[in-house]
């Protein structure tokens, strides 16, 4: 008996967890007013792509301190934001920082998202994807895409 109401329970959280993920529309309601420039929903699904193809070859910076240190050193690749942070202090200097030295930066809907692609099981606000052969057609293009979305004013 006992092992039949553990089965039932599994399977009853499993659908739990599977109506528990949001859609892109949803999470853009719980964005921060600074959150510009947006990436949409498809060039988000490439960040996230790149930045698991990063993570792989240990390619990435992650967290704001980690990024603002390699910043200020001069280091170049794609910032990639998470828009849902609060409070907005922890961040809000990073785009500035980007800006002087030609960086390219785009937000994306999710933390948790991003932490997840990143391999971690925390949600991480910010990472720097840096260059590499390995996954260069991917960083390409979103170096591309990313550097074509309009600043902010």
């Known amino acids: 008996m006992t092992k039949t109401k553990k089965e039932k329970v599994s399977a009853g ?18 964005m921060n007013p600074i959150a510009q420039p947006l990436a949409s929903r498809k060039l988000s699904k490439k960040l996230y792509k790149c930045v698991k193809k990063a993570a792989k070859v240990k390619n990435i910076r992650r ?13 170049k690749g794609i910032v990639v934001l998470a828009g849902d942070t609060l409070p907005i202090d922890v961040y809000c200097h990073l785009p500035v920082m980007c800006e002087d030295r030609n960086l390219p930066y785009a937000y994306i809907p999710s933390k948790v998202d991003l932490g997840s692609s990143a391999g971690s099981k925390r949600p991480t606000c910010v990472i720097l994807i840096k260059p590499n052969e390995e996954y260069q057609e991917a960083y390409d293009e979103c170096l591309e895409e990313v550097s074509s979305l309009p600043k902010p004013l």
């Open 63 to 75: 967290g704001v301190k980690e990024v603002q240190k390699f910043i200020n050193k001069g280091e």
């Open 13 to 30: 959280a499993e659908e739990a967890a599977a109506g528990s993920e949001k859609t892109y529309v949803e999470l853009i309601a719980n």
